[in-house]
């Protein structure tokens, strides 16, 4: 006889109103009886509804993992197994999703049907860190399910103290707004360090992601520790034409509102001929007049990245967004998609040496100062990296005259080495 | 053992071989983009390509009946291929302009709401919560689906002065990030400590470490090592219960919940900002958390009311300024809005700038 539905009175109010419901889905699943899971639901759903009533989570870590990797399931124990036995054990795999999260259909059958023979039937698309999570699986059934997804051409993301799953915005996919290849790096970046990911060594976790411009859709600058986030040098691209054609649908109120006035340099203005003008050298980039105008207006020729080490959310010294460490950076040939590999190898090398244990590489930074961060891995100081120089006068300057000839000295390699 | 298969670690997959081929065609050639009708984005190639992207919502936590019905309907109306965004919404790509309204009406009939584009409020971030997580103080999905049935209609139309990101976050790390607008577990009283477990399952230096403020050292129980909390120290974050689950620091009553808002990842206009603490002591109310809904509906309609075009929620504050956003939106202001942690100092006023 089949094990009955669980009482779910307060799941259920979460059926009504219009927005797609979770609780329709797992109640499917609970009541697909030709389908192995459908037992393993039905008490998984009894243990959320016990959490609904009682208000506290019942799930509890633990070991489990796959041969040859440390890292990459979740591992889940329920506390209250002698009440709901069959979801006694309900793993999750974060698996990485295809660069940009880019699907074909025939793809996604293919993962469902796999999660359908050994896991619950539950996937989510996805979760914060961008891993596809393959929700519910018992310790017996792991192997089986991620040989399947591996022979895929799928692998296993971060978890714990590792290198975590990145994410890339669509980027030169889909946007014009694009300012390099964010797939290619962020594949480059995370492949490249894919020990670090899967057994887990690091002092805390480690993420990376890419942003193909200043709009940061996935977040690169607070989300990541090691952020790269696409720019340009030369001037933005403005099509005079296609500015008048704004103005005269939307009016010049308009065009001074909500394109002249919110620049957050004062690089614009309206010429007497209702032209735009733009004052290159103090555009920031933030990508705002492109945002308004996307027909008009469009990011320079000179097109490269900007580095931001260090993001992360409040424990425990609070929150932090990353800060520059490479202000500019060409990404186009495969020697430049080396060096920033290579750069990337280095913070985690150095965040592996020296973070103290639970710290991640913005707490480490905000302990050491952001100097001896870039004398450790090999980078020179920029005005781009600070708000604003520093306030007070406690500080030791033995060696000033060295580090100005140093400056000096950049500032003259710098024009040889753009005319070679 | 040689019974075991041994891992490819073959990393990040190939985006290629999966994506719409007229955005393979056009990888990097992009000319401009504008959206048509709210939930739709065309974007033109240099060569005069074009497709459209239809986004629409789903309930991310998906069973597989579910995610066959979105690809039979990508089959049917979008040549086979999806994407998703990094809020859950799934993306069609549709290369004949035709199938657009045919492909809107369809999703719409099966209950998957079509928008998030532009400046409307687009579907929460969502965390894991009571289904999943080893240390929520609260569901994600519950909170999540409640809140979007109230947020129904902005998710279908751009009305708000810009694009609003709402977050959710199960406990104090905040999973979710930073949002326009934040609801996250706050909690209020200090852990309850099993110290028959504790030897046994933690590493007790590491969760003294663990602590911001310095709260917990190691104790002798009933004879028994094991750890205490300063409770007059005590920030009640939750911190030391990840590594020691026998600090119980959940709890049905005094786990509240918290709202901030005015956080901002991207540099457009403003650098990115950190959300702030508007309201707390908040019910975590399962099964549809009313309470917290009217406090997020309480901020929307102020913002959406007296916020200039393009101005996110933090932007939008910044102008009028906190007084008038706590009057606006009929929130108490409080000593506890008043920051006493690491850095506190840039957050006070220091000048004569002031707003009545």
């Given amino acids: 006889m089949a094990k009955a539905m669980p009482s779910t009175p307060l799941l259920d109010q979460l059926e009504s109103g219009p927005w797609p419901s979770f609780v329709t889905g797992l109640k499917k699943l609970a009541q697909a009886e030709d389908k192995p899971y ?26 489990a993992t796959v041969f ?22 309900f793993h999750t795999f974060r698996v990485m999703p295809p660069a940009g999260m880019h699907y074909s259909t025939d793809i996604l059958r293919k993962l469902c049907d796999i999660w359908e023979k050994h896991g619950s039937g539950l996937i989510a698309f996805h979760g914060q860190s961008g891993d596809i999570m393959f929700q519910g699986i018992s310790t017996s059934n792991l192997q089986a399910a991620f040989d399947e997804l591996n022979a895929l051409g799928f692998d296993l993301g971060g978890a714990g103290p590792a290198v975590r799953t990145s994410m890339a915005c669509v980027g030169s996919a889909r946007c014009e707004q694009s300012c390099f290849d964010e797939q290619r790096t962020m594949r480059s970046l995370v492949n490249a360090v894919l ?52 103005m005269i649908r939307n009016g010049r109120k308009w065009m001074i509102d909500q394109v002249i006035s919110m620049c957050p340099t004062n690089a614009l ?29 469009k990011a320079g020729k000179d097109r490269g990245v900007t580095v931001l080490v260090g993001g992360k959310r409040t424990l425990k010294i609070g929150d932090l967004m990353g800060t520059v460490v490479v202000p500019f950076m060409k990404l186009e040939s495969d020697e430049d998609f080396e060096r920033l590999v290579e750069l990337g190898q280095k913070v985690i090398e150095f965040f592996a040496e020296n973070a103290l244990e639970h710290e991640r590489t913005g707490e480490m930074i905000e302990r050491i100062g952001l100097v001896d961060f870039l004398e450790g891995i090999g980078l020179d100081v920029d005005p781009n990296m600070i708000s604003h120089p520093r306030t007070n006068s406690y500080v030791r300057m033995d060696d000033w005259d060295e580090q100005v000839l140093k400056w000096n000295a950049r500032k003259d390699a710098a024009p040889r080495a753009a005319a070679e | 053992m040689s019974e075991f298969r041994r891992p490819i670690e073959s990393g990040v997959p190939d985006p290629f071989p999966f994506m719409h081929p007229i955005l393979k065609k056009n990888y ?79 999703l719409e009939n099966e209950g998957f709401p079509v928008g998030g584009t532009g400046n409307s409020v687009s579907m929460v971030s969502h965390t894991q919560g009571w289904l999943h997580c080893d240390i929520p103080g609260t569901d994600a999905s519950g909170v999540v689906k409640a809140l979007m049935d109230e947020l ?24 979710g990030g930073q949002g326009d607008i934040a609801i996250n577990v706050q909690h209020t009283k200090p852990p309850k400590i099993d110290h028959d477990l504790v030897a046994n399952v933690c590493e007790r230096p590491a969760v003294v470490a663990r602590c911001p403020v310095a709260a917990i050292r190691p104790a002798l129980v009933n004879g028994k090592p094991s750890l205490e909390v300063d409770e007059k120290k005590c920030v009640c974050c939750g911190a030391c219960y990840p590594p020691c689950p026998p600090m119980q620091i959940n709890d049905p009553v005094y786990s509240k919940i918290a709202i901030w808002v005015g956080g901002k990842h991207s540099s457009t206009r403003s650098k990115p900002t950190f959300h702030k603490l508007v309201a707390a002591g908040l019910p975590n109310n399962a099964p549809r958390w009313p309470e917290v809904s009217e406090v997020v509906m309480r901020i929307l309609r102020a913002y959406k009311n007296d916020g200039r075009p393009w101005e996110r929620v933090g932007e939008w504050i910044e102008r009028v300024g906190w007084p008038r956003f706590f009057e606006m939106s009929g929130l108490p202001f409080t000593k506890y809005h008043v920051d006493n942690y690491r850095g506190a100092r840039v957050s006070l006023n220091a000048s004569a700038q002031l707003r009545f």
């Fill in chain 1, 269 to 297: 203005s309206l010429n007497d001929d209702d032209t735009l003008a733009v004052d290159n050298k103090s555009c920031v980039r933030c990508m705002h007049c492109i945002n308004v105008m996307t027909k008009a207006l």
């Fill in chain 1, 195 to 246: 020990d670090d990911m899967h057994r887990p060594s690091l002092p805390y976790k480690f993420k990376f992601k890419v942003s193909g411009c200043a709009n940061d859709c996935v977040n690169a600058t607070h989300r990541s520790d090691f952020a790269v986030i696409g720019t340009w040098r030369d001037d933005m691209q403005v099509n005079q034409a296609k500015v008048k054609e704004y």
């Fill in chain 1, 38 to 63: 459908a037992d393993m639901m039905k008490d998984l759903l009894g243990q959320l509804e016990y959490s609904y009533e009682t208000r506290k989570g019942y799930w509890k870590g633990g070991v």
């Fill in chain 2, 28 to 106: 990097g050639l992009w000319e401009w983009h504008d959206r048509p009708r709210v939930g739709v984005l065309r974007h033109v190639a240099q060569n005069g390509d074009a497709v459209w992207t239809v986004k629409a919502g789903t309930q991310r936590q998906m069973d597989v009946f579910t995610i066959r019905k979105l690809c039979d309907i990508a089959d049917r109306y979008a040549d086979g291929h999806v994407r998703f965004t990094t809020r859950s919404n799934i993306e069609f790509i549709v290369s004949d302009e035709k199938k657009v309204d045919l492909l809107i009406d369809k």
């Fill in chain 1, 68 to 89: 040859g990797y440390g890292g990459g399931v979740i591992p889940r124990f329920s506390e209250v197994a002698h009440k709901f036995p069959d979801s006694k054990e």
């Fill in chain 2, 152 to 175: 129904y209609h902005e998710f279908k139309h751009e009305e708000m002065p810009n694009r609003v990101k709402i977050t959710t976050s199960c406990c104090q790390i905040n999973c």
